[in-house]
């Protein structure tokens, strides 16, 4: 056994102990403490995924200890490649989100300079910051679907008290929407697991995944599980038509935690999808996809045209989160190697770029207190560093080639188009119209930032200083992020491929051969 991941969810509840007692009016100290943590788990992650071997065992890192043996419950976990990149991708965003949050606990301060000051406290904040970087880690780890579903449903709690203890005007109502939502999809999974686990065929009852692969055979029960498993990981991605709750909690929570619910807690759908939905539940997740198809197709669309419309800064990029997991769920249940490969670098170049776009969103409101786009205008003469960086995620949003978010795009509609599954016909047109997007991308994103940054300057915007170096080096690693896996995505490509192999080799689908040149981008 390996001791990695333990310590890695260790690490931040421990952190997270001490932030708490820190006596009262040690705020400086526990934004320190909270920083030093994260970077000390991004540091344990980066030594752990060094000794990572593509090609070796599915699951790395394993450990395995009883947890409540007379119902086979363990506390199981191990990182396939897809496992780990997103486990990766948590632990590089929580130090930089920490660091972009530095003054988020002091209170929202709006347009007439009013103060809405938080319910909790500062140290609070960043004690919560640490306990949802250990339930992230623990639930891209989980190889017990019963510990899983116990991380799935345990990160709601920081969440929603850091959008409803620390958010904007309407915080309270967008964190028990966000709760409700997620709660019933959390119901029907639980359902759906405990299910599993009485009717599976196998000699020991367990929930562990990798025993439950193949243990469902008759087609009905696979698609009623299905069912329970894949609701409640379209809640949480989120898909039309059960997305409603994202805007409102990603307009309301602070920059910094809006970041992380839409850079890795909704990830956690798409990597259920993925994981769970198709390898659990083959012939079922084969029934289903073209239902689901026309869904994703509907979410890219959907999310899209309606982020033209916004006249709200973060609840637009929001709904381009709405289009770009429609683009996710689309490349899973394409059912190609090229396809899911896309999709699981999506999910990591995604959390890149929408974090980038939120923070620099997250600069520009807490300078003038306002999150519209018709309040701004001009940023660029007078801060052009936050204007610059600003652009640059932007861009990546709308998947400008160069940029991270282009190849997984590419590879998502290439592999779509050219699935072997269930007729090339249908999944053509899916990836046609898909297409699409990529000019509404455009729209919305070129729109808003001719908006802000462009033309005349706004007589508020006059008196705004350009981003400082707390905040440079806030934005600066997200921005050589994406470029640097715009030109060379082969890194995580040579981690995410062999663990997508296998999904495909236990849905028993046809491996596509373009998806062998594709990893040697």
Same mark, same amino acid.
């Given at each position: 056994m390996s001791p990695w991941l333990? =310590?890695?969810?260790?690490?931040?509840?421990?952190?997270?102990?001490?932030?708490?007692?820190?006596?009262?009016?040690s705020d400086k100290l526990a934004k320190q403490v909270t920083l030093l943590v994260s970077l000390l788990v991004l540091v344990l992650t980066g030594v752990?995924?060094? +000794?990572? %071997?593509?090609?070796?065992?599915?699951?790395? !890192?394993?450990? #395995?200890?009883?947890?409540?043996?007379?119902?086979?419950?363990?506390? /199981?976990?191990?990182?396939?490649?897809?496992?780990?990149?997103l486990i990766a991708l948590s632990v590089v965003l929580v130090p930089i989100v920490v660091l972009a949050s530095w003054h988020d606990a002091d209170g929202v301060k709006t347009a007439d300079g009013t103060l809405i000051t938080p319910k909790r406290s500062v140290k609070t904040y960043f004690s919560l910051l640490l306990v949802l970087e250990a339930m992230m880690i623990g639930v891209f780890a989980a190889t017990d679907i019963f510990l899983f579903y116990v991380f799935? *449903?345990?990160?709601?709690?920081?969440?929603?008290?850091? =959008?409803?203890?620390?958010?904007?005007?309407? %915080?309270?109502y967008a964190a028990v929407k966000f709760l409700l939502y997620s709660l019933f999809g959390g119901l029907l999974m639980l359902?759906?697991? =405990?299910?599993? &686990?009485?009717?599976? @065929?196998?000699?020991?009852?367990?929930?562990? !995944?990798? *025993?439950?692969?193949? /243990?469902?055979?008759?087609?009905?029960?696979?698609?009623?599980?299905f069912a329970g498993f894949f609701i409640a990981f379209a809640i949480k991605a989120p898909l039309w038509p059960v997305h409603t709750w994202l805007p409102d909690a990603a307009a309301q929570a602070p920059a910094g935690a809006a970041v992380l619910l839409v850079g890795v807690l909704d990830k956690v759908g798409t990597f259920g999808m993925l994981r769970f939905c198709l390898e659990l539940f083959p012939d079922a997740a084969k029934a289903f996809t073209m239902p689901i198809v026309v869904l994703a197709v509907i979410s890219i669309l959907y999310g899209a045209i309606v982020a033209i419309g916004q006249t709200d800064m973060k609840r637009l990029i929001a709904y381009t989160s709405i289009s770009h997991f429609g683009f996710i769920v689309l490349g899973v249940f394409a059912m190609? *190697?090229?396809?899911?490969?896309?999709?699981?670098?999506?999910?990591?170049?995604?959390? !890149?770029?929408?974090?980038a776009l939120f923070l620099a969103a997250g600069f520009? =409101?807490? %300078?003038? +207190?306002?999150? !519209?786009? +018709?309040? &701004?205008?001009?940023?660029?003469?007078?801060?052009?560093?936050?204007a610059g960086f600003f652009l640059v995620a932007g861009l990546a949003g709308l998947s400008l080639p160069g940029l991270s978010s282009f190849v997984s795009e590419f590879m998502v509609m290439i592999g779509t188009y050219q699935s072997p599954a269930h007729g090339s016909g249908a999944l053509t047109v899916a990836a046609v119209i898909s297409a699409l997007a990529v000019i509404l991308a455009a729209v919305y994103i070129l729109w808003m930032?001719? %908006?802000?940054?462009?033309?005349?300057?706004? *007589?508020?915007? @006059?008196?705004?200083?350009? $981003?400082?170096?707390? #905040?440079? $080096?806030?934005? /600066?690693?997200?921005?050589?992020l994406i470029i640097g896996f715009g030109f060379f995505p082969k890194p995580l490509l040579d981690v995410i491929t062999p663990s997508v192999k296998e999904t495909v080799t236990n849905v028993k689908v046809p491996v596509s051969t373009i998806a062998e040149k594709g990893t040697g981008q």
């Open positions: 333990p =310590i890695l969810m260790a690490v931040p509840v421990v952190g997270a102990v001490v932030v708490a007692l820190l006596p009262k009016g752990m995924a060094a +000794g990572f %071997r593509p090609g070796g065992d599915r699951f790395q !890192f394993r450990a #395995e200890y009883d947890w409540i043996p007379s119902f086979g419950v363990k506390f /199981a976990v191990g990182v396939d490649g897809v496992a780990l990149v799935f *449903e345990a990160m709601l709690i920081p969440m929603y008290f850091m =959008i409803g203890s620390y958010g904007g005007a309407q %915080r309270s359902v759906a697991v =405990i299910g599993l &686990y009485f009717v599976a @065929k196998v000699d020991t009852r367990t929930f562990m !995944f990798p *025993e439950l692969i193949g /243990a469902i055979q008759d087609p009905t029960t696979q698609k009623w599980l190609s *190697e090229i396809a899911q490969s896309g999709a699981a670098l999506y999910m990591v170049n995604h959390g !890149f770029a929408t974090g520009l =409101i807490a %300078r003038r +207190g306002s999150p !519209f786009i +018709g309040d &701004y205008g001009g940023v660029q003469k007078v801060a052009p560093v936050l930032v001719q %908006r802000a940054m462009n033309g005349p300057t706004a *007589e508020p915007v @006059k008196a705004f200083k350009d $981003l400082n170096a707390r #905040e440079v $080096l806030v934005l /600066a690693p997200l921005v050589a």
